[in-house]
């Protein structure tokens, strides 16, 4: 049985995570106008349709997409996006609250931004194009899918703590282990877990309140 997980680990992967999906965060941009009441929601619906098509696609494997670490990890990339967004509409910035909100809800993990901070701290050197790719690679719809395969493939690392992120209803997902159809299931069992993340997200970050997506 492999060792648990050190914090150490886990903060590293989630900071690169944070770093190399922002910017994609940024481009899906919701329309400035929308009311503030509706902003969670539009991370939970709409960002969350976008996301769901690429976090369903493995399912094109059918249950073999679940001996590859291939399932949780692109669904685990895209989730990040509406978990980064739904924090950005509350001004979560501190990259040591986002790493621990991260944590949170994607890994079920307690990693309170007081232990992340000195572990931040410890981190040296930078990514940028090594890992992220050339910035004009990372433009457009194709430059978006590139990010979220590189965040899959960072997310590897961490693959045994991915089964907890939030997941989609049993029926869509039962139907995702069946070859070609199973990409149906797939698509609906993500979506329903992306609208889960950004619940989970909102209500982490306004303890009491109920949020409805």
Known sequence: MAPPLSDAVVVDVLRRLDRLTAPLVRRLGRPPELPAAERDAWWATRAAQVGAVAGGLPRLAGRLADLLPLQNTVGTAVQSLVVLGVAGEHGVTDPAE??????????????????????????????????????????????????????????????????????????????????????????????????????????LLEPGRRVTV
């Not at 986002?98 to 949170?104: E, K």
């Not at 960072?154 to 703590?161: C, S, V």
């Not at 991915?162 to 797939?186: I, T």
């Open 98 to 203: 986002r790493v621990a909100l991260l944590s949170a809800v994607l890994l079920d993990r307690d990693l309170p931004a007081e232990r992340v901070r000195p572990l931040l701290e410890r981190v040296r050197g930078s990514y940028v194009e090594a890992a992220f790719g050339a910035r004009e690679e990372r433009a457009g719809l194709a430059g978006a899918g590139r990010t979220v395969w590189r965040a899959a493939r960072l997310l590897g690392r961490i693959d045994e703590a991915l089964d907890a992120r939030p997941k989609g209803r049993l029926g869509a997902r039962a139907l995702s282990q069946l070859p070609v159809v199973g990409v149906l299931g797939g698509y609906a069992a993500e979506r329903e877990a992306l609208r889960r993340a950004a619940r989970m997200t909102a209500e």
